[in-house]
């Protein structure tokens, strides 16, 4: 089946430094989309950014991630995290038609330090 | 803009019984609507799938003898639980596909299930 691993549990970091979170797959589907989801605390998840196409950096806020097929990766970094930034992260794959349910990983929590 | 409405947002019920919870599109039609359940300590399960024109279609582990959903229009849509049990509880989420914009999936906050 279809699974997608990222970085869990917890992601610490100063406000104004680099953040990334890593996120991996394994998918049957032959052509594949993919999604961060931000979730804010009693806030349903809302799309940071998506992608369809290899090695395209894709852009939103401050965040980036490229979808690279060939390490089956998107993974999501910004160069100088904020405050505001602390949240719950999901990496999210679909089928390319988008005709499915997503597959989401376990979520990581982004907790931004004065 | 796309609003997604659940009700309720947070119920209790008690072993055995079953609880109805539902969700709405506002301000689009919906092409799909995905039911997801977050349990504790997991990420999101796909519960079951319900496309126009289509069959539900439900994920390994979830039955329609469990999780009877409703789709009687392109807004709107409810799934009961069913003689709901400790395993049950977490937060249930509806994901919403737009006509317009199929590409994304938006959701409501939920409904958080308490299961005593």
């Known amino acids: 089946g279809d699974s997608v691993t990222q970085t869990e549990g917890l992601v610490t970091v100063t406000e104004g430094l680099p953040v990334k979170l890593n996120c991996t797959y394994q998918?049957?589907?032959?052509?594949?989309?993919f999604f961060w989801y931000v979730q804010y605390l009693n806030e349903a998840p809302q799309v940071l950014l998506k992608?369809?196409?290899?090695?395209k950096r894709t852009e939103h806020q401050g965040f980036h991630a490229t979808l690279h097929k060939s390490s089956s990766s998107f993974h999501l970094q910004k160069s100088s995290a904020q405050l505001s930034d602390s949240a719950l992260y999901y990496c999210?794959?679909?089928?390319?038609?988008?005709?499915?349910?997503?597959?989401f990983g376990l979520g990581t929590r982004v907790s931004v330090f004065p | 803009g796309a609003l997604v409405y659940q009700y309720p947002r947070r119920t209790i019920c008690k072993s055995g019984t079953s609880m109805r919870m539902e969700c709405q599109a506002v301000?689009?039609?919906?092409?799909?609507v995905a039911w997801y359940r977050q349990s504790p300590q997991k990420t999101f399960e796909l519960i079951a799938l319900s496309t126009v024109n289509s069959a539900i279609k439900y994920e390994q582990n979830f039955t329609q003898e469990k999780f009877p959903i409703s789709h009687p229009n392109l807004s709107f849509s409810s799934m009961t639980v069913l003689n709901a049990y400790l395993e049950d509880r977490g937060l249930y989420l509806c994901?919403?596909?737009?006509?317009?914009?199929?590409?994304?999936?938006?959701f409501g906050p939920g409904t958080r299930l308490t299961v005593l």
């Open positions: 999210a794959l679909s089928d390319g038609d988008y005709a499915q349910g997503l597959t």
């Open positions: 301000g689009f039609q919906a092409t799909s």
């Open positions: 994901g919403v596909r737009d006509w317009g914009n199929y590409a994304e999936q938006f």
């Open positions: 992608s369809s196409t290899d090695n």
């Open positions: 998918t049957t589907y032959l052509t594949i989309a």
